[in-house]
C-alpha cells in the first residue's frame, strides 16, 4: 500500500525517550527541530517520554509514548538490552498507527542502543528504497553505562550497527560533539560520523549581557543533580575560592531529582557556603534559563572525568557561542581545545581544591579569558555553518515525488504491540505510585 506526498506533506518524526521536563538540553532540542523542519516544508510529530511534563506536551504537542528513558540500560547484559529495545519498539509501533506509514525523515537528538536497535526493528519492515532518513546525535560515548556506574563494564550495544546496516548511505547522517564519542563509535558505523554541537545548542542566539567593570564577577554552574557533575564539589569549593577572592559571586542552578532528602541538603549547603550565594533549585523554562546563562561571567563544569571524560557538554557548547570562560576538569574531552587555546581554565583533578584553585585562577584572568573567547565566538559565527538543520532534513528525505511507504499486514503487530506497551505503562504507574506512597517518589 503507498500513498504519493505533495511538496507539502513531508513528515518528520522526531524520537526522543529522555524528553520530559520543560527545560534543559531535550527540550532546546525538540524545539529547534520543529522549527527548522516546520521551516523546510514539513509536518512535524514529536514522541517523548510517558512522563513528558504538561508543559512539554503543551509547547511542542509532544505525544506521552516511551516507558524507558534515554540510557536506562539497566546492568547492560542481553537479556536487559532485549527488554529495553522490544519496550521501546512496543512503544514505537504503538505511536506510529495501525497502517506503520513511514515518515520521511526521523530525528534521534539523544540516540541510544535501545532505540536505535528499535528503530532498526521497524525500518526492516520497509523496502530499503523506501526507507526514511535518519539523523541521530550520540550524546554519550559507546560506554555509556559509565554516565552513572564509573566501574561499569560495557553492555550489549548491537543497536548502532543494526540502524547503520538498515539505511542507506545518502540517508543516515550521524553527529557526535567530540572526537573522543567518535572514536567509540568507530567501529559501529559505515557512514561518516560528523562532529557538530547538538541542536539544543542553536535553539536561538544567545545574548551575554553587558558587565560594568565595577560588577563583581560572577561563576554560574548549571543543571541537574547528578552523579559527576560536581555539584558535591561546590560547597567546599565556593568556601575556598572566596577565601581567597571575596569579590567574587556565586549562582548555582541545581535541580534536584528525585533523591529529594540527600538533594536538598546539598542545595542548603551550597546556599550556606557565603552570604551573597544564589541557588535556583527548580527547573527553568527557556526565557529563563537564556537569562541566567546571560548574567553569568564564567560557568562551572567540574564534571567527573571517571564518568563525563568522552561526552560532550551542551552547556559548554552555548558558553563558547556566547564568546565567555568556562572552568572543566581536566580530562572532559568538550573543553580540551578551549584549555590548550587558553579560553578556558581546568580544574586538575575532580576535588572542592582543585575547583577553587581553578575559579581563583579564571577571576584572576579573566579580561585575557575574555578576549580570548570573544575573538573565538566572533570568528566561528563568522565562519557559519556547513548546512542548517533544515538542509539537513531535506537532504535525508527520500524523494519528495517517491510513495510512502506503508507495510502490508500490521494489524495484529500494531495490536500486540498497543496492548504489551499499555500494560507497561500501568505497571510503571502503580510503581510510580507505590514509591510516592513510601515518601521516594
Known amino acids: 500500500m503507498t500513498s504519493a506526498p505533495t511538496s507539502q506533506d513531508r513528515q518528520c518524526l522526531i524520537l526522543d525517550p529522555g524528553l520530559r521536563v520543560s527545560s534543559g538540553h531535550h527540550q532546546n532540542a525538540a524545539l529547534h527541530i520543529v522549527e527548522d523542519a516546520k521551516d523546510a516544508g514539513f509536518s512535524v510529530r514529536v514522541l517523548a517520554s510517558r512522563f513528558a511534563s504538561d508543559a512539554v506536551i503543551e509547547k511542542l504537542r509532544a505525544e506521552p509514548v516511551f516507558t524507558n528513558s534515554a540510557y536506562s540500560m539497566g546492568d547492560g547484559s542481553t537479556a536487559a538490552f532485549d527488554r529495553y529495545a522490544s519496550t521501546t519498539f512496543d512503544a514505537l509501533i504503538a505511536a506510529l498507527g495501525p497502517d506503520l506509514t513511514a515518515p520521511d525523515v526521523i530525528v534521534l537528538p539523544t540516540a541510544d542502543a535501545a532505540l536505535a536497535e528499535a528503530l532498526a526493528r521497524y525500518l526492516e519492515m520497509v523496502p530499503e528504497d523506501r526507507r526514511p532518513g535518519v539523523i541521530a546525535w550520540l550524546l554519550l560515548p559507546r560506554d555509556f553505562l559509565r554516565m552513572n556506574t564509573p566501574a561499569a563494564q560495557g553492555g550489549v550495544l548491537r543497536g548502532f550497527h543494526r540502524l547503520d546496516a538498515a539505511l542507506p548511505r545518502d540517508r543516515f547522517r550521524v553527529f557526535v560533539e567530540t572526537e573522543a564519542v567518535r572514536a567509540s563509535f568507530a567501529e559501529d558505523f559505515s557512514v561518516e560520523i560528523e562532529i557538530a554541537?547538538?541542536?539544543?545548542?542553536?535553539?536561538?542566539?544567545?545574548?551575554?549581557?553587558?558587565?560594568?567593570?565595577?560588577?563583581?564577577?560572577?561563576?554560574?554552574?548549571?543543571?541537574?543533580?547528578?552523579?559527576?557533575?560536581?555539584?558535591?564539589?561546590?560547597?567546599?569549593?565556593?568556601?575556598?575560592?572566596?577565601?581567597?577572592?571575596?569579590?567574587?559571586?556565586?549562582?548555582?542552578?541545581?535541580?534536584?531529582?528525585?533523591?529529594?532528602?540527600?538533594?536538598?541538603?546539598?542545595?542548603?549547603?551550597?546556599?550556606?557556603?557565603?552570604?551573597?550565594?544564589?541557588?535556583?533549585?527548580?527547573?527553568?523554562?527557556?526565557?529563563?534559563?537564556?537569562?541566567?546563562?546571560?548574567?553569568?561571567?564564567?560557568?562551572?563544569?567540574?564534571?567527573?572525568?571517571?564518568?563525563?571524560?568522552?561526552?560532550?557538554?551542551?552547556?559548554?557548547?552555548?558558553?563558547?557561542?556566547?564568546?565567555?570562560?568556562?572552568?572543566?576538569?581536566?580530562?572532559?574531552?568538550?573543553?580540551?581545545?578551549?584549555?590548550?587555546?587558553?579560553?578556558?581554565?581546568?580544574?586538575?583533578?575532580?576535588?572542592?581544591?582543585?575547583?577553587?584553585?581553578?575559579i581563583v585562577e579564571a577571576a584572576d584572568h579573566f579580561d585575557d579569558l575574555s578576549v580570548r573567547c570573544r575573538a573565538f565566538a566572533e570568528d566561528r559565527a563568522a565562519g557559519g555553518s556547513s548546512a542548517s538543520l533544515g538542509d539537513l532534513l531535506l537532504a535525508s528525505a527520500p524523494d519528495v515525488n517517491a510513495p510512502r511507504y506503508k507495510p502490508e499486514g500490521t494489524t495484529m503487530l500494531y495490536l500486540r504491540a498497543r496492548l504489551l506497551h499499555s500494560l507497561r505503562v500501568l505497571a510503571r504507574a502503580r510503581e510510580i505510585r507505590k514509591a510516592r506512597a513510601h515518601g521516594r517518589g
Request: with cysteine.
Open 197 to 358: 554541537p547538538s541542536p539544543s545548542t542553536a535553539l536561538q542566539p544567545l545574548t551575554a549581557e553587558g558587565r560594568e567593570a565595577d560588577q563583581p564577577l560572577t561563576f554560574s554552574g548549571f543543571g541537574h543533580i547528578r552523579p559527576g557533575k560536581g555539584f558535591e564539589l561546590f560547597p567546599e569549593a565556593i568556601r575556598i575560592a572566596k577565601a581567597a577572592r571575596p569579590d567574587i559571586v556565586f549562582r548555582i542552578h541545581a535541580t534536584p531529582g528525585r533523591s529529594e532528602g540527600a538533594e536538598a541538603d546539598l542545595v542548603a549547603a551550597m546556599a550556606a557556603a557565603a552570604p551573597d550565594v544564589e541557588v535556583i533549585a527548580r527547573e527553568l523554562d527557556g526565557p529563563e534559563y537564556n537569562a541566567l546563562l546571560g548574567r553569568a561571567d564564567v560557568a562551572l563544569l567540574p564534571y567527573d572525568p571517571a564518568i563525563y571524560a568522552e561526552r560532550g557538554s551542551g552547556i559548554f557548547n552555548e558558553f563558547e557561542q556566547l564568546g565567555k570562560p568556562v572552568v572543566a576538569t581536566a580530562g572532559c574531552s568538550f573543553a580540551a581545545r578551549a584549555i590548550a587555546d587558553g579560553r578556558a581554565i581546568a580544574a586538575q583533578d575532580y576535588s572542592p581544591q582543585a575547583l577553587a584553585a581553578a
